[in-house]
Protein backbone atom coordinates (compact mmCIF):
# COMPACT_ATOMS: atom_id res chain seq x y z
CA UNK A 1 0.00 0.00 0.00
CA UNK A 2 1.18 3.36 -1.02
CA UNK A 3 2.18 5.68 2.00
CA UNK A 4 1.24 9.50 1.92
CA UNK A 5 2.75 11.08 -1.21
CA UNK A 6 3.87 14.79 -1.16
CA UNK A 7 4.85 16.92 -4.14
CA UNK A 8 6.97 18.84 -4.10
CA UNK A 9 10.08 17.55 -1.84
CA UNK A 10 11.89 20.72 -2.13
CA UNK A 11 10.64 24.78 -3.15
CA UNK A 12 12.44 27.72 -2.65
CA UNK A 13 10.52 30.75 -3.15
CA UNK A 14 10.74 34.81 -2.64
CA UNK A 15 9.17 36.88 -0.04
CA UNK A 16 5.77 37.64 -1.48
CA UNK A 17 5.55 34.58 -3.67
CA UNK A 18 2.55 32.41 -3.08
CA UNK A 19 3.10 28.15 -2.82
CA UNK A 20 0.59 25.55 -3.38
CA UNK A 21 2.09 21.81 -2.23
CA UNK A 22 0.08 18.80 -2.61
CA UNK A 23 -0.61 15.73 -0.82
CA UNK A 24 -2.30 12.49 -1.76
CA UNK A 25 -3.39 10.10 1.25
CA UNK A 26 -3.10 6.12 1.70
CA UNK A 27 -5.74 4.47 -0.57
CA UNK A 28 -9.16 4.61 1.90
CA UNK A 29 -8.03 7.46 3.77
CA UNK A 30 -10.43 10.09 4.38
CA UNK A 31 -8.70 12.77 6.67
CA UNK A 32 -5.92 14.72 5.46
CA UNK A 33 -3.83 17.19 8.20
CA UNK A 34 -1.17 19.34 7.59
CA UNK A 35 1.56 20.13 9.74
CA UNK A 36 4.46 23.20 9.94
CA UNK A 37 7.60 21.60 11.50
CA UNK A 38 10.52 23.66 12.34
CA UNK A 39 13.57 23.31 14.91
CA UNK A 40 12.16 26.17 17.33
CA UNK A 41 8.65 25.06 17.41
CA UNK A 42 8.53 21.32 16.66
CA UNK A 43 5.35 20.47 15.12
CA UNK A 44 2.45 22.84 14.90
CA UNK A 45 -1.70 22.03 13.67
CA UNK A 46 -2.32 23.80 10.41
CA UNK A 47 -5.94 22.08 9.06
CA UNK A 48 -7.55 18.77 9.14
CA UNK A 49 -10.28 18.26 6.38
CA UNK A 50 -12.18 15.47 6.15
CA UNK A 51 -14.78 14.50 3.11
CA UNK A 52 -13.56 17.97 1.37
CA UNK A 53 -14.40 19.96 4.60
CA UNK A 54 -12.07 21.61 7.03
CA UNK A 55 -13.40 20.14 10.28
CA UNK A 56 -10.63 22.58 12.24
CA UNK A 57 -7.99 24.98 12.12
CA UNK A 58 -4.65 25.34 13.57
CA UNK A 59 -3.42 28.95 15.31
CA UNK A 60 -1.65 30.01 11.84
CA UNK A 61 -2.62 33.46 9.78
CA UNK A 62 -4.96 33.24 6.76
CA UNK A 63 -2.02 33.39 4.55
CA UNK A 64 -2.58 29.69 5.49
CA UNK A 65 -5.51 27.88 3.81
CA UNK A 66 -6.30 24.28 1.71
CA UNK A 67 -8.77 22.37 0.47
CA UNK A 68 -9.87 18.57 -0.14
CA UNK A 69 -10.63 17.32 -3.33
CA UNK A 70 -13.35 14.39 -4.06
CA UNK A 71 -10.68 11.62 -4.31
CA UNK A 72 -9.12 12.93 -0.65
CA UNK A 73 -6.62 14.73 -2.36
CA UNK A 74 -5.79 17.74 -0.82
CA UNK A 75 -3.67 20.91 -1.32
CA UNK A 76 -2.39 23.82 0.83
CA UNK A 77 -1.32 27.13 -0.53
CA UNK A 78 0.35 30.20 1.25
CA UNK A 79 0.18 32.95 -0.19
CA UNK A 80 2.27 36.45 0.39
CA UNK A 81 5.28 34.45 2.03
CA UNK A 82 7.83 35.70 4.53
CA UNK A 83 10.90 34.43 5.93
CA UNK A 84 9.36 32.94 8.71
CA UNK A 85 7.66 30.77 6.73
CA UNK A 86 10.46 28.28 5.61
CA UNK A 87 9.50 24.84 7.19
CA UNK A 88 9.35 21.16 6.15
CA UNK A 89 5.26 21.35 5.86
CA UNK A 90 3.85 17.85 6.60
CA UNK A 91 0.65 16.23 5.45
CA UNK A 92 -0.53 13.20 7.46
CA UNK A 93 -4.02 11.39 6.49
CA UNK A 94 -5.97 9.07 8.60
CA UNK A 95 -9.05 6.42 8.14
CA UNK A 96 -11.17 8.92 9.81
CA UNK A 97 -11.09 11.04 13.28
CA UNK A 98 -12.09 9.31 15.60
CA UNK A 99 -9.67 7.26 18.19
CA UNK A 100 -8.47 4.60 16.59
CA UNK A 101 -7.23 6.41 13.57
CA UNK A 102 -3.13 7.76 13.87
CA UNK A 103 -1.92 9.81 11.94
CA UNK A 104 0.23 8.65 8.93
CA UNK A 105 2.73 11.44 7.52
CA UNK A 106 4.16 11.90 4.64
CA UNK A 107 8.21 12.93 3.52
CA UNK A 108 6.92 16.25 3.95
CA UNK A 109 7.74 19.24 1.73
CA UNK A 110 11.02 21.55 2.48
CA UNK A 111 9.96 25.30 1.64
CA UNK A 112 12.86 27.77 1.93
CA UNK A 113 11.96 31.75 1.85
CA UNK A 114 14.26 34.10 0.73
CA UNK B 1 -2.07 25.75 25.22
CA UNK B 2 -1.73 22.61 26.26
CA UNK B 3 1.97 21.33 26.42
CA UNK B 4 3.60 17.86 26.35
CA UNK B 5 7.21 18.42 27.88
CA UNK B 6 9.12 15.51 26.68
CA UNK B 7 12.70 14.30 27.70
CA UNK B 8 15.27 14.28 27.09
CA UNK B 9 16.31 16.68 24.41
CA UNK B 10 18.90 14.64 23.37
CA UNK B 11 20.44 10.99 24.45
CA UNK B 12 24.28 9.77 23.23
CA UNK B 13 24.26 6.04 23.78
CA UNK B 14 26.35 2.93 23.21
CA UNK B 15 25.23 0.05 20.48
CA UNK B 16 23.41 -2.46 22.85
CA UNK B 17 22.37 -0.26 25.42
CA UNK B 18 18.77 0.78 26.45
CA UNK B 19 16.94 3.80 26.04
CA UNK B 20 14.37 4.97 27.87
CA UNK B 21 12.42 8.80 27.18
CA UNK B 22 8.94 10.70 28.45
CA UNK B 23 6.61 12.60 27.90
CA UNK B 24 4.63 14.41 30.30
CA UNK B 25 2.19 16.73 31.11
CA UNK B 26 -0.74 18.27 33.29
CA UNK B 27 -3.57 17.99 30.96
CA UNK B 28 -4.87 14.21 30.71
CA UNK B 29 -4.92 12.27 27.30
CA UNK B 30 -7.10 9.88 26.26
CA UNK B 31 -4.47 8.31 23.34
CA UNK B 32 -0.89 8.72 23.44
CA UNK B 33 1.19 8.22 20.23
CA UNK B 34 5.17 7.46 19.52
CA UNK B 35 6.65 8.82 16.50
CA UNK B 36 10.39 8.13 15.03
CA UNK B 37 11.69 10.86 12.02
CA UNK B 38 14.75 10.19 10.20
CA UNK B 39 16.51 12.59 8.37
CA UNK B 40 14.65 14.28 5.57
CA UNK B 41 11.40 12.02 6.17
CA UNK B 42 8.32 12.64 7.77
CA UNK B 43 7.29 10.99 10.89
CA UNK B 44 6.62 7.12 11.30
CA UNK B 45 4.12 6.07 13.76
CA UNK B 46 5.91 3.29 16.24
CA UNK B 47 3.60 2.54 18.49
CA UNK B 48 -0.29 3.65 19.54
CA UNK B 49 -1.60 3.52 22.81
CA UNK B 50 -5.49 3.87 23.97
CA UNK B 51 -6.17 2.62 27.92
CA UNK B 52 -4.35 4.45 31.04
CA UNK B 53 -1.92 1.37 32.06
CA UNK B 54 -1.83 -0.22 28.61
CA UNK B 55 1.59 -1.66 27.70
CA UNK B 56 2.49 -2.20 24.22
CA UNK B 57 5.35 -3.61 22.33
CA UNK B 58 6.86 -3.44 18.69
CA UNK B 59 9.93 -5.27 18.26
CA UNK B 60 12.20 -3.93 20.53
CA UNK B 61 10.47 -1.20 21.94
CA UNK B 62 7.50 -0.59 24.72
CA UNK B 63 5.15 1.73 25.30
CA UNK B 64 3.25 2.53 28.43
CA UNK B 65 0.37 4.46 28.62
CA UNK B 66 0.62 5.66 32.68
CA UNK B 67 -1.97 5.17 34.72
CA UNK B 68 -2.77 8.89 35.62
CA UNK B 69 -3.13 9.30 31.92
CA UNK B 70 -0.83 12.52 32.05
CA UNK B 71 2.28 10.48 30.45
CA UNK B 72 3.75 8.24 28.58
CA UNK B 73 6.79 6.54 28.04
CA UNK B 74 9.03 4.52 25.32
CA UNK B 75 11.81 2.12 25.81
CA UNK B 76 14.34 0.57 23.13
CA UNK B 77 16.48 -2.02 23.91
CA UNK B 78 19.75 -3.33 22.62
CA UNK B 79 20.16 -0.15 20.32
CA UNK B 80 21.25 -0.18 17.10
CA UNK B 81 22.61 2.74 14.70
CA UNK B 82 19.44 2.80 13.14
CA UNK B 83 17.55 3.78 16.03
CA UNK B 84 18.80 6.82 15.39
CA UNK B 85 16.41 9.44 14.80
CA UNK B 86 14.25 12.24 16.61
CA UNK B 87 11.38 10.48 19.17
CA UNK B 88 8.24 12.35 19.33
CA UNK B 89 5.23 11.78 21.80
CA UNK B 90 1.56 12.76 21.03
CA UNK B 91 -1.39 12.92 22.69
CA UNK B 92 -4.97 13.30 22.04
CA UNK B 93 -6.74 14.86 25.02
CA UNK B 94 -9.04 13.66 27.22
CA UNK B 95 -12.56 14.69 25.89
CA UNK B 96 -12.31 14.89 22.18
CA UNK B 97 -13.49 11.97 20.59
CA UNK B 98 -11.59 12.21 17.17
CA UNK B 99 -9.88 15.06 14.89
CA UNK B 100 -5.99 15.80 15.13
CA UNK B 101 -6.89 19.26 16.30
CA UNK B 102 -6.21 18.25 19.56
CA UNK B 103 -3.26 16.14 19.02
CA UNK B 104 -0.05 17.80 20.68
CA UNK B 105 3.55 17.07 20.25
CA UNK B 106 6.45 16.77 22.17
CA UNK B 107 9.35 18.61 21.27
CA UNK B 108 11.13 15.61 20.39
CA UNK B 109 14.06 13.64 21.80
CA UNK B 110 17.10 13.29 19.82
CA UNK B 111 19.23 9.53 19.75
CA UNK B 112 22.38 8.99 18.59
CA UNK B 113 23.72 5.85 19.00
CA UNK B 114 27.50 5.27 18.85
CA UNK B 115 28.65 1.60 17.05
Known amino acids: KAGVTQTPRYLIKTRGQQVTLSCSPI?????VSWYQQTPGQGLQFLFE???????NKGNFPGRFSGRQFSNSRSEMNVSTLELGDSALYLC?????????????FGNGTRLTVT | GQQLNQSPQSMFIQEGEDVSMNCTSS?????WLWYKQDPGEGPVLLIA?????ELTSNGRLTAQFGTTRKDSFLNISASIPSDVGIYFC???????????????FGKGTKLTVNP
Open chain 2, 27 to 31: SIFNT
Open chain 2, 90 to 104: AGQLMGFQGGSEKLV
Open chain 2, 49 to 53: LYKAG
Open chain 1, 27 to 31: SGHRS
Open chain 1, 49 to 55: YFSETQR
Open chain 1, 92 to 104: ASSLGTGLGSPLH
